[in-house]
């Protein structure tokens, strides 16, 4: 088939990358000058662990171009779809802009052969009935049809994913889906788009709140008598919850989960639907970047105003350069306006890019540069150089009392034990010491 993917953002590229890895021939449209220039030079312009392969090979085949007109592009060799994948991004009410959704709807609606339109942005419910009133002649080969990609596996949720939610006015639409998608394994979800739309917002809301929960849970379990990990684990074997999303630690700050929970306690309040446990989980979610300044508070006291501070780490997550909603954003500007001085390294950010993102703060080369007398470390993504470094050697050029706090427990509390520095986690973590009986196989550690 012949695919067109309006916006080469997260979403776009990597199904770009996935559609033509099919056998599809897809051409992924961009606006934007210097993010199509970097497609056309073969450069994906997302981090996401196997794309920039993918993309490469995609290339190579003759499957897969870029350009900056659908029309035009339309007009030469006219799509058979055309997927939209453009931003949502929260307006300063928190609502979803759907400003770019209706231009590329419009843009396609004035197609000639029409083609058949899916648009995968996420928007709010009833939107798809609100779009399609100024456009009703697509309304037979019109679909919503959510994406559910997580960063750092997003290729092989696109290609193997859990389920396939499709909402559609006319089934007559649904065999073209099965001819772009293939063969999936998944179930599918076939219903109306209003209630397709609601699907996505409920998935990425119940996501937001385990992450929540576990947080909440954190602190709860700040009594030395109480493990978080084992907490979490014991709870996650329960397979009614499962372990996923369970991990305490900064909250969430990736690309959906903040603006999505905004956007739909938005909508519900414009509806006059109260939300107290969605709104609770924006609550937990927005204030547990502070808990690592706390911490730092507790342990340093007054002297905080004279610590120098190492920050190991910017990113929400290692495989992933969105730094729209990272914690780091609210936690490093707190630092900066307490502590004598604060150092910060990440290293798959430029140091140039680091000090426009936290003026005040005084980028690192490496993790030992960072930590040469510094009174504390604050870790805010997992990275496995600091992960795996040898922290008997950090503890030696950090300056007493050598405060460690691990906002993402992602370090092993065993191999921090019994070291000349004080490790704080997100809620009470225990070094793995419990004496199995003999022969009995010994647990990995929680992490």
């Known amino acids: 088939m012949r695919v067109a993917i309006v916006g080469q953002g997260y979403v776009g590229v990597t199904g770009a990358v996935a559609l033509a890895r099919q056998g599809h021939h897809v051409t992924g449209i961009e606006r934007e000058p210097a993010r199509l220039a970097a497609l056309e030079a073969g450069r994906t312009p997302v981090s996401e662990p196997g794309l920039q392969e993918e993309l490469t090979l995609a290339r190579e085949t003759g499957r897969l171009t870029f350009a900056s007109d659908l029309a035009h592009t339309h007009l030469r060799q006219p799509f058979e779809v055309v997927l939209i994948t453009v931003g949502t991004p929260p307006d300063e ?11 590329a709807l419009a843009e396609v609606a004035a197609l000639l052969p029409p083609p058949a339109v899916v648009l995968k942005s996420t928007v709010p419910p009833g939107t798809s009935a609100r779009l399609l009133q100024a456009h009703p002649q697509m309304r037979d080969r019109y679909a919503y049809n959510p994406e559910f990609l997580n960063q750092g596996s997003a290729l092989d949720d696109w290609t193997s994913p859990s389920r396939t939610v499709v909402g559609l006015w006319s089934q007559g639409a649904l065999p073209l889906l099965h001819r ?12 109306t788009p209003d209630t397709a739309e609601m699907i996505k917002y409920a998935s990425n809301t119940f996501l937001a709140m385990k992450i929540s929960f576990a947080n909440e849970f954190a602190r709860l379990c ?5 493990d978080i990990d ?28 903040p603006k999505d929970t905004a956007a739909l306690a938005h909508w519900a309040a414009g509806r006059g639907v109260p939300t107290p446990l969605l ?11 502070s808990v690592v300044r706390d911490m730092l508070r507790e342990e340093l006291g007054e002297q905080l105003a004279d610590c120098e501070i190492a920050v190991l780490g910017a990113r929400y997550e290692p495989w992933s350069d ?20 604060v150092r910060i390294w990440d290293p798959a950010t430029d140091p140039e890019h680091l000090r426009q993102l936290f003026p005040g703060a005084q980028p690192c080369p ?7 007398g510094a009174r504390a470390a604050v870790v805010l993504t997992e990275w496995p150089e600091a992960i795996e470094a040898d922290w008997s050697l950090m503890a030696a050029r950090m300056a007493p009392p050598a405060v460690v706090v691990d906002g993402k427990n992602c370090l092993l509390p065993e191999r921090l034990a019994g070291l000349p520095l004080t490790y704080r986690s997100v809620g009470n973590r225990l070094p793995d010491r419990v004496t199995a009986p003999a022969g009995t196989p010994r647990p990995a550690p929680s992490a």
């Not at 009410?93 to 231009?103: C, E, F, P, R, Y």
């Not at 709104?279 to 970047?289: E, K, L, S, W």
């Not at 490496?366 to 040469?372: I, K, N, T």
């Open 180 to 191: 772009l998608y293939g063969e999936l394994s998944c179930p599918w979800v076939v219903t």
């Open 222 to 226: 700040a009594a030395p008598d109480l």
């Open 366 to 372: 490496d993790l030992r540069a960072a930590v040469q």
């Open 93 to 103: 009410a928190g609502a979803a802009d759907l400003s770019h959704v209706t231009s």
């Open 279 to 289: 709104d609770a989980t924006i609550a937990v979610n927005r204030a547990q970047p």
């Open 230 to 257: 084992k907490v979490m684990q014991g709870a996650g074997l329960d397979p009614r919850i499962g372990h996923a999303f369970l991990q305490p630690g900064l909250g969430f700050g990736d690309s959906c989960l």
């Open 322 to 341: 969105d730094m729209r909603a990272a914690p780091s954003l609210v936690l490093v500007p707190q630092l900066v306006a307490e502590a004598a001085a």
